[in-house]
Protein backbone atom coordinates (compact mmCIF):
# COMPACT_ATOMS: atom_id res chain seq x y z
CA UNK A 1 0.00 0.00 0.00
CA UNK A 2 1.47 3.26 -0.88
CA UNK A 3 1.27 5.64 2.25
CA UNK A 4 1.88 9.09 2.61
CA UNK A 5 2.57 10.39 5.85
CA UNK A 6 2.52 14.16 7.15
CA UNK A 7 3.46 15.58 10.60
CA UNK A 8 2.41 17.44 12.84
CA UNK A 9 -1.38 16.65 12.16
CA UNK A 10 -2.19 19.28 14.40
CA UNK A 11 -0.41 22.82 14.98
CA UNK A 12 -1.57 26.09 16.58
CA UNK A 13 1.55 29.22 16.61
CA UNK A 14 1.22 32.56 17.19
CA UNK A 15 1.48 35.08 14.33
CA UNK A 16 5.08 35.55 13.57
CA UNK A 17 6.57 32.24 14.53
CA UNK A 18 8.24 29.70 12.22
CA UNK A 19 6.88 26.13 10.98
CA UNK A 20 7.73 23.42 9.26
CA UNK A 21 5.60 20.48 7.79
CA UNK A 22 6.84 16.96 6.57
CA UNK A 23 5.34 14.50 4.41
CA UNK A 24 7.16 10.96 4.45
CA UNK A 25 6.42 7.65 2.18
CA UNK A 26 8.70 4.51 1.77
CA UNK A 27 7.65 4.87 -1.70
CA UNK A 28 9.34 7.42 -4.52
CA UNK A 29 7.49 9.91 -6.27
CA UNK A 30 7.93 11.19 -10.04
CA UNK A 31 6.53 14.37 -8.71
CA UNK A 32 5.16 15.63 -5.47
CA UNK A 33 2.30 18.69 -4.64
CA UNK A 34 1.66 21.23 -1.71
CA UNK A 35 -1.95 22.12 -1.35
CA UNK A 36 -3.67 24.43 0.88
CA UNK A 37 -7.30 24.32 1.56
CA UNK A 38 -9.75 26.57 3.35
CA UNK A 39 -13.02 25.23 4.98
CA UNK A 40 -15.51 24.06 2.30
CA UNK A 41 -13.51 24.33 -0.46
CA UNK A 42 -11.95 22.52 -3.21
CA UNK A 43 -7.69 22.39 -2.28
CA UNK A 44 -5.68 24.65 -4.16
CA UNK A 45 -2.62 23.84 -5.43
CA UNK A 46 0.70 25.65 -4.06
CA UNK A 47 3.71 24.36 -5.84
CA UNK A 48 5.08 21.25 -7.80
CA UNK A 49 8.82 19.66 -7.38
CA UNK A 50 10.01 17.33 -9.09
CA UNK A 51 13.98 16.84 -9.24
CA UNK A 52 15.15 15.39 -6.39
CA UNK A 53 16.84 18.00 -3.54
CA UNK A 54 15.04 20.66 -5.10
CA UNK A 55 13.74 24.14 -3.54
CA UNK A 56 11.35 26.11 -4.53
CA UNK A 57 10.16 29.38 -2.29
CA UNK A 58 6.50 30.82 -2.80
CA UNK A 59 7.04 33.82 -0.40
CA UNK A 60 7.69 33.06 3.06
CA UNK A 61 6.51 29.17 1.73
CA UNK A 62 9.78 27.11 1.15
CA UNK A 63 9.23 23.97 -0.18
CA UNK A 64 11.54 20.84 -0.28
CA UNK A 65 11.69 17.31 -1.89
CA UNK A 66 14.22 15.10 -0.51
CA UNK A 67 17.04 13.91 -2.48
CA UNK A 68 15.66 10.67 -3.38
CA UNK A 69 12.00 11.57 -3.98
CA UNK A 70 10.58 9.99 -1.02
CA UNK A 71 10.01 12.78 1.36
CA UNK A 72 9.00 16.36 1.25
CA UNK A 73 8.91 19.62 3.51
CA UNK A 74 7.16 22.91 3.52
CA UNK A 75 8.87 25.81 5.85
CA UNK A 76 7.01 28.88 6.73
CA UNK A 77 8.85 31.46 8.02
CA UNK A 78 6.94 34.40 10.19
CA UNK A 79 3.41 32.89 9.90
CA UNK A 80 0.18 34.82 9.24
CA UNK A 81 -2.97 34.62 10.53
CA UNK A 82 -3.79 34.01 6.76
CA UNK A 83 -1.66 30.82 6.39
CA UNK A 84 -4.48 28.96 8.25
CA UNK A 85 -5.48 25.71 6.69
CA UNK A 86 -5.34 22.23 6.34
CA UNK A 87 -2.07 21.48 4.29
CA UNK A 88 -1.76 18.44 1.97
CA UNK A 89 1.08 17.05 0.05
CA UNK A 90 0.27 14.31 -2.69
CA UNK A 91 2.75 12.04 -4.77
CA UNK A 92 2.47 11.10 -8.21
CA UNK A 93 4.48 7.94 -8.49
CA UNK A 94 6.66 6.30 -10.74
CA UNK A 95 4.62 3.55 -11.61
CA UNK A 96 3.23 5.95 -14.96
CA UNK A 97 -0.53 5.77 -13.86
CA UNK A 98 -0.89 9.86 -13.11
CA UNK A 99 -2.40 8.57 -9.73
CA UNK A 100 -2.17 10.98 -6.87
CA UNK A 101 -1.58 9.81 -3.25
CA UNK A 102 -2.52 12.21 -0.69
CA UNK A 103 -1.17 12.85 2.79
CA UNK A 104 -3.25 12.63 5.69
CA UNK A 105 -2.68 16.69 6.18
CA UNK A 106 -1.74 18.87 8.55
CA UNK A 107 -4.47 21.21 9.90
CA UNK A 108 -2.45 24.69 10.76
CA UNK A 109 -3.84 27.85 12.85
CA UNK A 110 -2.06 30.98 12.86
CA UNK A 111 -3.23 32.88 16.05
CA UNK A 112 -2.85 36.53 15.60
CA UNK B 1 -12.76 31.62 -14.93
CA UNK B 2 -11.37 28.24 -16.71
CA UNK B 3 -11.06 26.61 -13.86
CA UNK B 4 -12.33 22.83 -12.34
CA UNK B 5 -16.18 23.44 -11.55
CA UNK B 6 -18.86 21.40 -9.68
CA UNK B 7 -22.88 21.51 -9.14
CA UNK B 8 -24.03 21.46 -7.08
CA UNK B 9 -21.97 23.08 -4.36
CA UNK B 10 -24.00 21.59 -1.64
CA UNK B 11 -26.66 18.65 -2.00
CA UNK B 12 -28.99 17.51 1.36
CA UNK B 13 -30.70 14.53 0.57
CA UNK B 14 -32.75 11.80 2.89
CA UNK B 15 -31.16 8.76 3.14
CA UNK B 16 -32.38 6.46 0.44
CA UNK B 17 -32.64 8.67 -2.36
CA UNK B 18 -30.35 8.80 -5.50
CA UNK B 19 -27.90 11.83 -6.52
CA UNK B 20 -25.57 13.11 -9.20
CA UNK B 21 -22.93 15.68 -9.27
CA UNK B 22 -21.10 16.84 -12.26
CA UNK B 23 -17.81 17.99 -12.79
CA UNK B 24 -16.64 20.13 -15.55
CA UNK B 25 -12.92 20.10 -16.21
CA UNK B 26 -10.15 22.29 -17.80
CA UNK B 27 -10.61 22.46 -21.24
CA UNK B 28 -7.62 21.06 -22.46
CA UNK B 29 -7.26 18.23 -19.57
CA UNK B 30 -7.11 14.83 -20.45
CA UNK B 31 -7.57 13.38 -16.87
CA UNK B 32 -10.04 13.59 -14.75
CA UNK B 33 -10.21 12.24 -10.63
CA UNK B 34 -13.25 12.01 -8.44
CA UNK B 35 -12.50 12.06 -4.20
CA UNK B 36 -13.99 11.84 -1.57
CA UNK B 37 -12.99 13.96 1.83
CA UNK B 38 -14.42 13.83 5.40
CA UNK B 39 -13.80 16.28 7.49
CA UNK B 40 -9.86 17.30 8.69
CA UNK B 41 -8.81 14.18 6.53
CA UNK B 42 -7.01 14.19 3.40
CA UNK B 43 -8.50 13.56 -0.22
CA UNK B 44 -9.56 9.54 -1.07
CA UNK B 45 -9.09 8.46 -4.65
CA UNK B 46 -12.48 7.18 -5.76
CA UNK B 47 -11.52 6.59 -9.45
CA UNK B 48 -10.02 8.24 -12.62
CA UNK B 49 -10.95 8.43 -16.44
CA UNK B 50 -8.54 9.22 -19.16
CA UNK B 51 -10.13 10.61 -21.60
CA UNK B 52 -13.84 8.55 -21.81
CA UNK B 53 -12.61 5.39 -20.07
CA UNK B 54 -12.63 5.15 -16.81
CA UNK B 55 -9.39 3.40 -16.06
CA UNK B 56 -9.72 2.66 -11.97
CA UNK B 57 -11.86 2.17 -9.58
CA UNK B 58 -10.98 1.89 -5.71
CA UNK B 59 -12.67 -0.37 -3.42
CA UNK B 60 -14.02 2.73 -1.79
CA UNK B 61 -16.33 2.93 -4.74
CA UNK B 62 -19.11 0.41 -4.02
CA UNK B 63 -21.66 -0.73 -6.34
CA UNK B 64 -23.95 1.96 -5.72
CA UNK B 65 -21.68 4.80 -6.56
CA UNK B 66 -21.20 5.12 -10.74
CA UNK B 67 -19.10 7.45 -12.61
CA UNK B 68 -19.28 8.40 -16.37
CA UNK B 69 -17.17 10.80 -18.92
CA UNK B 70 -19.30 10.35 -21.97
CA UNK B 71 -17.54 12.31 -24.12
CA UNK B 72 -14.39 12.98 -22.64
CA UNK B 73 -15.17 16.07 -21.22
CA UNK B 74 -17.65 16.31 -17.98
CA UNK B 75 -18.35 13.72 -15.99
CA UNK B 76 -21.15 12.57 -13.51
CA UNK B 77 -20.63 11.00 -10.20
CA UNK B 78 -23.78 8.85 -9.29
CA UNK B 79 -24.91 7.70 -5.26
CA UNK B 80 -27.79 5.27 -5.27
CA UNK B 81 -29.85 4.78 -2.19
CA UNK B 82 -27.80 6.81 -0.34
CA UNK B 83 -26.54 6.15 3.24
CA UNK B 84 -25.34 8.66 6.08
CA UNK B 85 -22.07 7.15 5.65
CA UNK B 86 -21.63 8.81 2.27
CA UNK B 87 -21.91 12.04 3.52
CA UNK B 88 -19.00 13.95 2.65
CA UNK B 89 -17.16 16.30 0.53
CA UNK B 90 -16.98 14.95 -3.26
CA UNK B 91 -14.12 16.77 -5.13
CA UNK B 92 -13.33 16.58 -8.82
CA UNK B 93 -9.55 17.38 -9.92
CA UNK B 94 -8.56 17.14 -13.81
CA UNK B 95 -4.61 16.89 -15.46
CA UNK B 96 -2.98 16.92 -18.65
CA UNK B 97 -0.80 14.37 -18.33
CA UNK B 98 2.02 13.49 -19.11
CA UNK B 99 4.26 16.50 -18.63
CA UNK B 100 6.56 18.08 -16.64
CA UNK B 101 4.59 18.60 -13.92
CA UNK B 102 1.76 16.23 -14.56
CA UNK B 103 -0.09 19.12 -11.78
CA UNK B 104 -4.13 18.24 -10.64
CA UNK B 105 -6.30 21.43 -10.60
CA UNK B 106 -9.54 20.77 -7.90
CA UNK B 107 -13.06 22.09 -8.65
CA UNK B 108 -14.44 23.34 -4.86
CA UNK B 109 -16.28 20.43 -4.31
CA UNK B 110 -20.16 19.50 -3.64
CA UNK B 111 -20.87 18.49 0.08
CA UNK B 112 -23.39 16.18 0.65
CA UNK B 113 -25.69 15.49 3.92
CA UNK B 114 -27.11 12.79 4.26
CA UNK B 115 -30.16 13.01 6.64
Known amino acids: TQLLEQSPQFLSIQEGENLTVYCNSSSVFSSLQWYRQEPGEGPVLLVT?????EVKKLKRLTFQFGDARKDSSLHITAAQPGDTGLYLCAGVFTSGTYKYIFGTGTRLKVLA | DTGVSQDPRHKITKRGQNVTFRCDPISEHNRLYWYRQTLGQGPEFLTY????????KSRLLSDRFSAERPKGSFSTLEIQRTEQGDSAMYLCASSLVPTDFNEQFFGPGTRLTVL
Open chain 2, 49 to 56: FQNEAQLE
Open chain 1, 49 to 53: VVTGG
